[in-house]
Nanobody
C-alpha cells in the first residue's frame, strides 16, 4: 500500500511560479515511476509530467514543456513539480501517481494513466488572469 499526499496548490496570478510536492509513504519509493496528472472541471484527466525511479529521466506534456520541471528526492520520498510562468489554462486539480508494478520501462508510455496504480487526493491550482 502506497499513500501519496500532494501539497503546494493555491491561487496564483498568471505568470507566477508554484511548487507542488508529493509525499509518498513507501520503503521502496525509489523503485517507482511517478507521474503528475491534472484535471480541470468538465475535462478529462491529462498527463503533465513523469520521472523515472532514480530521477535520471523525465517526460513532459507538450503543453508544459519548458515551464514545468519534475524532480524527486528519494531520500525524502518526495516528488516535486516546479511550475513557472503559469497560465490560466493550468488551472486544475493536480494529482501525483505511482507506478508500483514495474512492468514497463519508464520510456514505455509514461503518459498512460493506466500504468499508475496509486493516486493521491490532489491539490488544487487556480491561476487568475
Amino acid at each position: 500500500q502506497v499513500q501519496l499526499v500532494e501539497s503546494g496548490g493555491g491561487l496564483v496570478q498568471a505568470g507566477a511560479s508554484l511548487r507542488l510536492s508529493c509525499a509518498a509513504s513507501s520503503p521502496t519509493f525509489s523503485d517507482y515511476t511517478i507521474g503528475w496528472f491534472r484535471q480541470a472541471p468538465r475535462e478529462e484527466r491529462e498527463f503533465v509530467a513523469a520521472v523515472s525511479p532514480i530521477g535520471s529521466s523525465t517526460y513532459y506534456a507538450d503543453s508544459v514543456k519548458g515551464r514545468f520541471t519534475i524532480s524527486r528526492d528519494n531520500a525524502k520520498n518526495m516528488v516535486y513539480q516546479d511550475m513557472k510562468t503559469v497560465k490560466v489554462e493550468d488551472t486544475a486539480g493536480y494529482y501525483c501517481a505511482a507506478d508500483t508494478t514495474q512492468r514497463q520501462a519508464f520510456n514505455t508510455a509514461p503518459m498512460d494513466s493506466l500504468r499508475y496504480d496509486y493516486w493521491g487526493q490532489g491539490t488544487q491550482v487556480t491561476v487568475s488572469a
